[in-house]
T-cell receptor, first 110, second 113 residues
Framework: KNEVEQSPQNLTAQEGEFITINCSYS?????LHWLQQHPGGGIVSLFM???GKKKHGRLIATINIQEKHSSLHITASHPRDSAVYIC????????????FGTGTRLQVFP | NAGVTQTPKFQVLKTGQSMTLQCAQD?????MSWYRQDPGMGLRLIHY???????DQGEVPNGYNVSRSTTEDFPLRLLSAAPSQTSVYFC????????????FGPGTRLLVL
């Protein structure tokens, strides 16, 4: 079993829909990251969080440390949100090593 | 600032050849790392460095060497390329440690025949 699991693997939505991507992990962590990878391949960090909730524009990330679960929400989705969203955790035993999920591929249609 | 740069963007090698993937950052970041990305798998850590002169192994270090002689540069060497090393390679950096916000390079696509 992977230490970081994402669901769903693939997601399609109509423009304007509310999107939720989930990440569960099985190790103790010092931080959790949400990343975005566009079809061109570039990877951009969206959020780093260790507790609570963070918001940036239409993106919201939450984490529940007790349940070892995080969610990434996209409100009012747009075709430009189409990308692969990746969850990664920093293991509390070695905070310098990130463990990545396999990603959620999101397609938003107009 | 250029951020994190990688060269080359694309490379084809024959089995047994050697090459160096270059990575540089101009943000004065202490932490740098190399990942490989393969279809159906998450990014996997190859090697990382927490500062000049300090390197350590990640999850999949076999077949790769690194060195960190300056803060800016973190080259990845393939000593004898194998088809299993066909992948997309990403370099990343952060201010001081691995749990901080990571800044990724554009990637190098490597094909080993």
């Amino acid at each position: 079993k992977n230490e970081v699991e994402q669901s769903p693997q693939n997601l399609t939505a109509q423009e304007g829909e509310f999107i939720t991507i989930n990440c569960s992990y099985s190790v103790g962590i010092s931080a959790l990251h949400w990343l975005q990878q566009h079809p061109g391949g570039g990877i951009v960090s969206l959020f780093m969080l260790s507790s609570g909730k963070k918001k940036h524009g239409r993106l919201i990330a939450t984490i529940n440390i007790q349940e070892k679960h995080s969610s990434l929400h996209i409100t009012a989705s747009h075709p430009r949100d189409s990308a692969v969203y990746i969850c990664a955790v920093s293991n509390s035993y070695n905070t310098d090593k990130l463990i990545f999920g396999t990603g959620t591929r999101l397609q938003v249609f107009p | 600032n250029a951020g994190v740069t990688q060269t080359p963007k694309f490379q084809v090698l024959k089995t047994g050849q050697s090459m160096t993937l270059q990575c540089a950052q101009d943000m004065n970041h202490e932490y740098m790392s190399w990942y490989r990305q393969d279809p159906g798998m998450g990014l996997r850590l190859i090697h990382y460095s927490v500062g000049a002169g300090i390197t350590d192994q990640g999850e999949v270090p076999n077949g790769y060497n690194v060195s960190r002689s300056t803060t800016e540069d973190f080259p990845l060497r393939l000593l004898s390329a194998a088809p299993s090393q066909t992948s997309v390679y990403f370099c990343a950096s952060s201010y001081s440690r691995g749990f901080e916000t990571q800044y990724f390079g554009p990637g190098t696509r490597l094909l080993v025949l």
